[in-house]
């Protein structure tokens, strides 16, 4: 009886160390994790999007209550989902990389990466596509097992490169762009306990204490940062000329309608020059022309689609040297919306085009001097009623305008503000806009008011950010008092909020 009790007990916990052991299994890979860094732009949507989240479950990983606390450079914390998490190791494509950098750089061949990833040639990649380097594991990998022959053991026979060695080959010539594995970083939540912490990454609770210096592993507080040894980051594998220290992108996919800030760093003055979507790119020298930066609009009328932008480099009389990189662009995600208009006048194709041809025209400068510092600011104090870029129907007719800037719902006579230093180079009464001013900004920035009852500036003013240079009205083509605001870019008509919320060059 007592035997046969015991008998119970033992199939009992036998039964229950199982289960337990299977959903501690699954557990660990429920909580695998990868860290992202905020970037100049970036909000909690667009990151939970890039890893198709929901911006509420990488808030809850991170104990964020107020979705607009982020801030540029914090590490979040994103969680992997099961379903997501295969084994499959990515590797996301960063200007002035080429599939044989990358491939090097993690102990692929080019012909492998090509076949993971479906790809016709090397030359197809392009900034921010996420690479295959590793595919996902449908059953265990037999080659994970193997033992090492008895010769690489001793090292008495010359040996092919392991893969170990090929990789810390790559990571010494990639050392030039910064550290090629970065530590993985594991931020301290409530709640944590190292144990547990160790346990999710497949780690010892001394490995981790060692790794970090803690003193006293029982005491970790919340947000504090863990590196967890054994994982790394994917690496930067950039292959670009020894002149260049750095060339990036930001943001990495573009979008139809925003600013994208191009960079490029030598160790040398150089001359650069560039070309993106068919435009001659301006080139803002600074840094005894050692940091080249570029600014650039992506219109709204691009088509979804991989575009290469090139720069040349020219170093003294030397042969001039090409960099290139394929860019993403990807439509803005902006609304629809009807209009109503009594004067059908105003609504004549002709009217439009002429008009757009004149303000474009006088937007396409580029002044070398900037006047703008880090970001615009608002130009009314009023709340803002209709954003940039939402496709427009007049009328009931076809969605085949968009809205070039954003509305401000000021009462009549509200003040309008420049929006940073410049100079006033239009004063005029449109028929669209009516009463219109721009404001060139230098560095080809410009901004323009609209519908304006009065204008206070003249042609050739000098003004100064937040000065009055004029009144709301409904001058032109205007369903009722508002500012109606614009910012041009080098040409092209760009989100003028963009040039609010983020800081530029
Ligand atoms: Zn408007």
């Not at 993690?106 to 380097?133: C, D, F, H, K, P």
Request: glycine share 8%; aromatic share 8%; charged share 15%.
């Amino acid at each position: 009886m007592k035997s046969a009790a015991f008998r119970f007990l033992a199939v009992l916990l036998a039964g229950l160390l199982s289960a337990s052991y299977v959903s501690l299994a699954q557990g660990q890979r429920d909580s695998l994790f990868t860290v992202h860094v905020v970037q100049r732009g970036e909000n909690l949507f667009r990151i939970a999007l890039q890893y198709n989240l929901f911006a509420e479950q990488v808030a809850t990983a991170n104990g964020i209550t107020d979705s607009n606390s982020i801030v540029v450079g914090q590490r979040l914390i994103i969680p992997l989902s099961t379903a997501a998490w295969d084994g499959q190791l990515e590797h996301t494509v960063s200007a002035g990389e080429t599939l044989a950098s990358i491939a090097a750089a993690y102990s692929r061949t080019e012909a492998e990466l090509l076949s993971l990833n479906s790809l016709e040639s090397a030359a197809a990649i392009y900034v921010g596509q996420e690479l295959v380097i590793v595919p996902g594991e449908t059953e265990p990998d037999p080659s994970m097992n193997t033992i090492p022959s008895t010769e690489a053991e001793t090292g008495a026979e010359i040996q092919p490169l392991s893969a170990s060695e090929t990789l810390s080959d790559g990571g010494n010539a990639l050392s030039r762009y910064g550290d090629p594995v970065e530590p993985f970083l594991y931020t301290v939540r409530s709640g944590d306990t190292l144990f547990e912490i160790a346990l999710r990454y497949n780690q010892t609770v001394d490995a981790i204490t060692r790794e970090n210096n803690l003193l006293d592993p029982g005491l970790l507080r919340v947000g504090q940062q863990l590196i967890i040894p054994g994982i790394q980051l994917p690496r930067l594998a950039q292959d670009l000329p020894d002149i260049v220290e750095s060339f990036a992108i930001d943001p990495q996919v573009l979008e139809t309608g925003r600013s994208v800030r191009i960079e490029l760093r030598t160790s040398e003055p150089a001359s650069v020059s560039g070309e993106f979507l068919g435009q001659a790119l301006h080139v803002i020298e600074r840094e005894d022309a050692r940091r080249h930066n570029f600014i650039v609009g992506v219109p709204m009328v691009t088509d979804t689609a991989i575009y290469p932008v090139t720069l040349q480099l020219q170093i003294g009389a030397g042969a001039a040297v090409e960099i290139a990189a394929n860019l993403q662009v990807v439509g803005g995600g902006y609304g629809y919306q009807t209009i109503t208009i009594n004067n059908n006048e105003l609504l004549a194709p002709a009217v439009e085009e002429a008009e757009i041809e004149r303000i474009t025209e006088q937007m396409s400068g580029f002044t070398p001097d900037r006047y703008w510092v880090n970001s615009l600011s608002l130009p009314a104090a009023a709340a803002m009623n209709a954003v940039f870029g939402t496709m427009r129907s007049y009328n009931g007719g076809e969605y085949n305008r968009y809205h070039r800037g954003v509305d401000f719902a000021g009462a009549p006579g509200t003040s309008v503000l420049a929006a940073s230093d410049g100079t006033v180079v239009m004063v005029d009464r449109l028929h669209i806009r009516g009463n219109t001013t721009i404001i060139d900004h230098g560095w080809g920035v410009y901004t323009l008011y609209a519908h304006q009852r009065e204008t206070l500036v003249q042609l050739g003013d000098v003004v100064a950010s937040g000065q009055v240079i004029g009144t709301v009205g409904s001058t032109g083509r205007s369903t009722g008092p508002h500012l109606h605001w614009e910012v041009w870019l080098n040409g092209v008509n760009v989100d003028p909020l963009q040039w609010v919320q983020e800081v530029f060059p």
